[in-house]
């Protein structure tokens, strides 16, 4: 039992190093889709430092629901290509060692994997979205001009939604404005104006959006009145000081931001109408079912490994990255059929586990009969192609 031993912490810390380049790699990669919103913040809005960085810290999380379960599988796949290439899979199986034998080490550290990825995605998930929000929240009511994004409709303030088409951030000009006004209870106005400007008094937390040449459409739900009114200029003031008294810090979480106890409360009280209970029973499964997908995926990563030492390194990779895009495609429509009611969100969200789990089987069983399955040339040229470019990036991160 020494031998078995020794080659499974062997095999065990191999796992770590590409884990951990890929993690970086692939969360910084997600992270990039971000650096626009960020830049934005910082130099158009004047955002301090450490809001910047607190917002990106919020992200992370959401991040790495996705990017440890593709590292977990890039570790184990590449891990087993250099050990195939390396000719330390064929010393293996000379010594007698069945592939069977050296699933320990990569039970345990998809294991591993499935146990950060849940922490993940059952606390720090809905912890980043929610100090999301409330960050953004806080922001908006400390400076008006992150309340007013060009071409977004921006509900930040409490009762309040903005739309403008371009903002000029020197003179706080804005054109083609659509204000929504539901501060009064019982009360809704919608102006619109081709033309605007934002007020600010230094020394005051009010601010004035200023329209010019537009009209005032309000419904006055408790007396079932509408009313139009056509004006030069009207004035709508913001305080946002007495809007944060009012409000406090609260905000209204969605589903995807509760915990599991109150997924669970909220399930079991039926409140909602049917679409909403399919989206809280969707977001209630994938916080366990991705998590899953480590081990899944691990798994299906170590017959696809080893099989290079027969059909090629590109075989395997080339399985490798093709069963990781369908994995998520099979997520993504199995989110998208099960929120509207049409699927079990049971079988949305854990089919894709299931279906790469069975491969995993089949090919395991393949491999070990020495009879590993041939990857297509077309699907083979990609996988090596992808590999090139993924070692010239690594390479660079490691050499800045």
């Known amino acids: 039992m020494r031998a078995p031993t020794t080659i499974h912490r062997y095999i065990f810390r191999e796992f770590f190093p590409p884990f951990g380049i890929s993690l970086c790699f692939l969360t910084f990669v997600f992270l990039m889709t971000r650096i626009p919103e960020i830049m934005n913040l910082v130099v158009n809005y004047n955002a301090d430092m450490l809001a910047v960085i607190m917002m990106i810290v919020f992200t992370l999380p959401r991040f790495m629901e996705f990017t440890i379960p593709m590292s977990v599988m890039v570790a184990v796949l590449l891990t087993f290509i250099r050990m195939s290439g390396e000719n330390e899979m064929t010393a293996m199986k000379g010594a007698g060692l069945s592939l069977y034998r050296l699933l320990p080490p990569v039970l345990l550290f998809c294991l591993l994997g499935t146990g950060l990825t849940l922490?993940?995605?059952?606390?720090?998930?809905?912890?980043?979205?929610?100090?999301?929000?409330?960050?953004?929240?806080?922001?908006?009511?400390?400076?008006?001009?992150?309340?007013?994004?060009?071409?977004?409709?921006?509900?930040?303030?409490?009762?309040?939604?903005?739309?403008?088409?371009?903002?000029?951030?020197?003179?706080?000009?804005?054109?083609?404005?659509?204000?929504?006004?539901?501060?009064?209870?019982?009360?809704?106005?919608?102006?619109?104006?081709?033309?605007?400007?934002?007020?600010?008094?230094?020394?005051?937390?009010?601010?004035?959006?200023?329209?010019?040449?537009?009209?005032?459409?309000?419904?006055?739900?408790?007396?079932?009145?509408?009313?139009?009114?056509?004006?030069?200029?009207?004035?709508?003031?913001?305080?946002?000081?007495?809007?944060?008294?009012?409000?406090?810090?609260?905000?209204?979480?969605?589903?995807?931001?509760y915990d599991i106890r109150e997924l669970v409360t909220f399930i079991r009280s039926q409140a909602g109408d049917k679409t909403r209970m399919s989206e809280a029973r969707m977001v209630l499964h994938e916080k366990f079912s991705v998590p899953f997908a480590c081990l899944f995926l691990g798994l299906l990563a170590f017959p696809l490994g080893v099989q290079s030492l027969v059909a090629g390194r590109s075989s395997g990779l080339g399985f490798g990255v093709f069963f990781l895009l369908v994995y998520y495609i099979f997520l993504a429509a199995g989110w998208s059929a099960g929120e509207t009611g049409r699927f079990p969100p049971v079988l949305g969200m854990w089919l894709p586990n299931l279906i790469m789990g069975g491969a995993a089987i089949y090919l395991l069983k393949r491999n070990a009969d020495e009879n590993p399955v041939k990857m297509p040339a077309q699907i083979s040229r990609a996988g090596v192609w992808i590999k090139q470019i993924y070692t010239k990036l690594t390479r660079h991160d490691l050499s800045a």
């Open 119 to 257: 922490f993940v995605t059952v606390f720090a998930v809905p912890w980043g979205k929610l100090s999301i929000k409330e960050k953004t929240l806080d922001m908006a009511r400390s400076s008006m001009d992150l309340a007013i994004e060009e071409r977004q409709f921006n509900s930040r303030l409490e009762g309040i939604m903005i739309y403008v088409s371009h903002v000029d951030m020197k003179t706080k000009d804005l054109t083609d404005v659509f204000i929504e006004d539901r501060s009064v209870k019982g009360m809704t106005r919608i102006s619109i104006a081709p033309e605007g400007r934002l007020i600010h008094s230094p020394d005051k937390d009010v601010y004035t959006i200023r329209l010019f040449n537009g009209m005032i459409n309000q419904v006055d739900i408790k007396e079932k009145t509408v009313s139009n009114i056509r004006f030069g200029h009207y004035d709508i003031n913001i305080d946002l000081a007495e809007m944060q008294q009012k409000n406090g810090t609260a905000v209204q979480k969605d589903l995807d931001e």
